[in-house]
């Protein structure tokens, strides 16, 4: 039996994966208007991965028996005047994100729930990944993005990126 606040916390992990995935969403479709198609598609794969997260935390609690409940997704909000900007609410977003990985972490290390922190084990390494990949394209940016052709060679690399859907067995 998961205890209720732990399982408080995991539904509402639902949904902000599924705010992530649409704030993703909204973000391929900034670099799809500016022309920058590989960026585009380095977003589209985010929000595939965050849908999948989400869903991870749904069968997680349904094999649980913990009801879920789906909540309403809120607009994604941001603003950018640069490219970088985008990539920078990016970062900041995976670290919420992380927080948020270590509260229900913490809740279920409180209730001596061994089964949800072996779960989140996966989460908090994933978590990891996603803060460095967004730090990179950062560094990356800041590095090329102001000149054209190499600004172009960047969004080709970009295009290069592939879904892969995550292998947790649950």
Known sequence: M?????????????????????LYLAFSNYFSDAG??????????????ERDHAMLF????????????????EQPKFNANEHIDILKAALNHER?????????YGAASDAKDFRTM??????????????????DLIKKMELFG????????????MAARTYAAPSLVL
């Open 2 to 22: 998961v205890n209720e606040k732990v399982a408080e916390l995991l539904n509402t992990q639902v949904n902000k994966e599924f705010y992530s995935a649409y």
């Open 36 to 49: 920058l198609d590989g960026f585009a598609n380095w977003y589209q794969i985010q929000a595939q991965e």
């Open 58 to 73: 749904v069968q997680y609690m349904q094999n649980n028996d913990i009801p879920v409940t789906y909540e309403t997704i």
């Open 96 to 104: 919420y994100v992380t927080g948020l990985i270590h509260n229900i």
């Open 118 to 135: 072996q779960f989140l084990d996966w989460f908090v390494k994933e978590q990891g990944e996603e803060e460095t990949n967004a730090s």
């Open 146 to 157: 102001s000149d054209p052709k190499s600004l172009y060679l960047l969004d080709q690399e």
